[in-house]
């Protein structure tokens, strides 16, 4: 699995310098082909061919007559292309997404568990900014509150 931040280079075919320590957990766990994509808040969305497979069969399993999954297909079907690794551990990037992620020079690679984000420096600082106030309530929600107030009832720690 995939976990970190890396500030990475893009150069000027648009392929962008993947940091060694991806690198490395590409290589032990065979992830050479990747599907790039847009991705949601301006981030590109990179999956490696099995999980890509995974969620093309979920989408198949939506009726194509939904109008609201026809325009999700659009956008994230419509854009999507096929990269491969070079020898040199880089990833070439399309031209239109790279515009949609709006970064030219530099980006910033994130794992994220099952798959990698690609954000420009200022799109990922800004997101980083509009979600600090959530981050607290979100980790309370997942980690926290419900699992603390349920062992404080069931403890006999509620009305003593």
Same mark, same amino acid.
């Given at each position: ?42 981030? #590109? ?5 099995? $999980?890509?497979? %995974?969620?093309? /069969?979920?989408? &198949?399993? !939506? ?54 984000? #690609? ?5 990922? $600082?800004?997101? %980083?900014?509009? /979600?600090?106030? &959530?981050? !607290? ?24």
């Amino acid at each position: 699995m995939y976990y970190g931040e890396s500030h990475t280079s893009v150069d000027d075919k648009g392929r962008v310098n993947v940091p060694k320590e991806f690198r490395d957990i590409m290589e032990v766990l065979d992830h050479d082909t990747w599907f790039v994509t847009r991705g949601f808040d301006g981030a #590109l969305f990179l999956f490696e061919k099995a $999980r890509w497979a %995974q969620l093309l /069969q979920q989408a &198949q399993a !939506k009726s194509i007559l939904d109008p609201r999954m026809l325009d999700f297909r659009r956008m994230f079907l419509g854009s999507a292309t096929k990269v491969k690794r070079d020898n040199q551990g880089r990833l070439s990037i399309p031209q239109p997404l790279r515009e949609y992620a709006g970064f030219d020079r530099e980006a910033v690679l994130l794992g994220v568990e099952d798959h990698l984000e #690609l954000w420009s420096k200022d799109g990922w $600082r800004a997101f %980083q900014a509009r /979600q600090a106030d &959530q981050y !607290k309530a979100m980790a309370a929600e997942l980690f926290g509150a419900t699992n603390t107030q349920t062992a404080a009832t069931e403890g006999g720690l509620q009305g003593a």
